[in-house]
């Protein structure tokens, strides 16, 4: 088709593209568009991904070829040259050196595996291999002959330790002690409780999360993690606002931490307070690489523990003796009523799961596997307060902490006089009542010392439980008087008394006078109990909230106190004003004046004392009452008796 004539040249152009091949259109969109140079590019590139393409295709067929000769090559040789030693191979020595003197001897066939013969050219290979092994072998015993055995086993091994130098040695006996020095084991086959050399690959852990439960000696490790995360600058994720425990007994949630809110704290290091435990929860506090553990006691022991310490509770409180509640069925326990959950399998409770009671024997056969999959599960270690010795060894071990980081004293432990045996018909019912408990600790009891003989053996367990008896002699002698623990009432320092609670009597120590800074610093973190070691942390920690507190603390209690000072101020009027009234003879009103005027008296020296902190005005107003009601027999001598008697008496209380 021609183009119209009398057309313009940009008309006559655009036809032309329209009429022409789309070869053609790309090839003048190549070669003349102002985008040429980025399609020159773009073919450059192409050019050399398929070239690049292709030269990665030859080199995989060059390398599968090379390694199919290779294979060839491995099958024709002997399979002691390239079959990898074993230990059982040791019995095989003078085979291998045979074999590794023809080697030598024969450095063509040494490399054979890499450059491949023809087989015209040496059809005979196999033969002379043959050939030149057994000449090997005869040599190889007429020149040991005449050497000491174990002369002639150390050169065999030293040859095959050149020849093999990345296989594994043999165990070498001494000429002097004739001992055998063992290889290191090999990797592949530890148990999973093992616990690899400290030196070499140990590292102590310092991000823990310890699960406490109820009187198991758990305050005593709690200590030690204190005085360990104390020591090491570590941060611990403790109650928000300064409490005491984790909203126990709320399952544990991440805001229960001080800080967490207000991401004030980048890394937590220990979570060690009283929790129930949600592993979901725990985990959004704690990094990753964070070792769980906790501790169990054998129920039955512990129940007795329970009754006492909390005898206060709705499911204690109307029965006389643990016998009694347990002869009754435990008929006084509701699972819905508050604080009766530490009446009944409160191990399962503290870890998070259900602790009602299994209604049959499948049924408790059931939960109690979930139970103790579950706590696998989420901890890797579980001690046993039985054994506390043991397991602070063990964990010595797992944490590669040093045996002053477990040493330890007892805390929030009973005086021997608030202890009660039970008899063998108790200890059954306690089974049964807390039946998953008693699973529970029945099985980890037997795990706890499979895991002492895997990792530590009995002899070794013995000497390190030896080591640390010693160290807390040692230690009793240098920080404590009276060689032990105290009543509460002989704790002279107040700010080291335990919390007393229930019918329990909670003992606690006395530092001995006259020890320096170092050590009476040493010796106090020992046998500070739980909330005040708490409170501490809680200060180093958080200085603005803890001084905050403070002095909120400190304005509430001026606030209270200022109250009870005005009440009774205007108890001591009215008092005061009742007594002029009913003295209506002439010759009582100047001892009721005088009344008055010293009742005044006390009035403004309670008002001079409103900053004391120990004033108990239920006291004052009785023994004023009692001392009125008695006055009225004989008011002249009993009026002038508390005039000169009860005011002294009560700037003294004051």
């Not at 006559?12 to 070669?31: D, E, K, N, Q």
């Not at 020591?231 to 544990?252: C, E, R």
């Amino acid at each position: 088709m021609l183009p119209p004539q009398r057309i313009s040249c940009r008309e006559r152009r655009a036809f032309h593209w329209r009429t022409a091949s789309p070869w053609t259109t790309c090839l003048r969109v190549t070669c003349c568009s102002r985008l040429r140079f980025m399609w020159f590019a773009l073919m450059v590139l192409t050019v050399l991904c398929v070239a690049l393409q292709m030269l990665g295709v030859v080199r995989q067929a060059r390398s599968s070829k090379v390694l199919k000769l290779v294979s060839e090559q491995l099958v024709r040789m002997p399979a002691e040259i390239h079959r990898p030693m074993k230990r059982k191979d040791w019995e095989n020595l003078e085979s291998l050196w045979a074999v590794s003197t023809a080697i030598i001897e024969e450095p063509v066939d040494q490399h054979s595996f890499i450059q491949r013969r023809d087989e015209s050219e040496n059809p005979h290979s196999e033969e002379e291999r043959e050939q030149v092994l057994e000449v090997a072998r005869k040599k190889f015993t007429s020149t040991t002959k005449a050497v000491p055995p174990m002369e002639a086993s150390k050169l065999l091994i030293d040859q095959v330790a050149k020849l093999f130098p990345h296989q594994p040695q043999r165990p070498v006996i001494t000429k002097n002690n004739h001992e055998i020095q063992k290889p290191p084991q090999s990797d592949d086959n530890t148990d999973k409780y093992t616990v690899k050399s400290q030196a070499v690959t140990c590292q102590p852990k310092n991000h823990i999360v310890f699960l406490k439960t109820h009187k198991t000696a758990s305050s005593t490790i709690l200590n030690i993690l204190y005085r360990y995360g104390d020591s090491h600058n570590l941060t611990f994720a403790l109650p928000l606002n300064m409490h005491s425990q984790l909203f126990y007994p709320a399952f544990f949630a991440a805001h229960f931490v001080e800080g967490v809110r207000t991401r004030s704290v980048k890394e937590f290091h220990i979570l060690c307070n009283h929790m129930r435990f949600s592993s979901q929860e725990v985990r959004k506090v704690m990094p990753k690489d964070t070792f769980y553990f906790s501790i169990l006691r054998n129920p039955v022991a512990m129940m007795e523990s329970l009754f006492v310490y909390y005898k206060a509770i709705p499911a204690f409180r109307v029965v006389k003796s643990l016998e009694e509640f347990l002869i009754q069925g435990g008929r006084s326990y509701n699972a819905s009523v508050p604080n009766n959950h530490y009446a009944r399998n409160i191990l399962t409770f503290d870890f998070g799961l259900d602790n009602t009671a299994p209604e049959n024997d499948t049924e408790l056969d059931r939960r109690s596997a979930e139970v103790i999959a579950a706590v696998e599960r989420d901890f890797p270690l579980i001690l046993i307060s039985e054994y506390f010795d043991e397991s602070l060894v063990l964990l010595k071990h797992v944490l590669c902490w040093s045996l002053d980081d477990v040493s330890s004293f007892r805390l929030n432990s009973r005086s021997e006089r608030s202890r009660r045996p039970l008899n063998a018909e108790t200890t059954e019912r306690v089974k049964l009542w807390n039946s998953l408990d008693w699973r529970l600790y029945q099985h980890f009891n037997a795990t706890f010392w499979k895991r002492i003989d895997s990792t530590l053996g009995q002899m070794k367990l013995q000497e390190e439980v030896e080591l640390l008896r010693a160290k807390r002699m040692k230690l009793e002698q240098m920080c404590l008087q009276e060689g032990g623990a105290v009543d509460p009432a002989k704790v002279q320092d107040s700010s080291l008394k335990p919390f007393q609670y229930g019918a329990a009597v909670i003992q606690g120590y006395n530092l001995r006078l006259g020890l320096n800074n170092d050590t009476r610093r040493l010796c106090q973190k020992l046998i500070t109990p739980e909330l005040q070691y708490t409170s501490a942390l809680y200060t180093k920690q958080f200085p603005q909230l803890a001084a905050a507190r403070a002095a909120a603390a400190k304005k509430i209690a001026a606030s209270r106190n200022i109250a009870t000072h005005r009440a009774v101020k205007r108890n001591i009027e009215t008092n005061a004003h009742m007594a002029v009234t009913n003295n209506t003879s002439h010759n009582n009103t100047n001892i009721a004046i005088a009344d008055k005027h010293n009742l005044n008296i006390l009035a403004n020296s309670v008002v001079h004392s409103e900053r004391q902190d120990n004033f108990d005005v239920h006291s004052v107003t009785k023994q004023y009452k009692n001392k009125e009601i008695k006055g009225n027999s004989d008011k002249h001598t009993t009026q002038k008796h508390f005039i000169n008697s009860k005011v002294p008496q009560e700037s003294a209380l004051l």
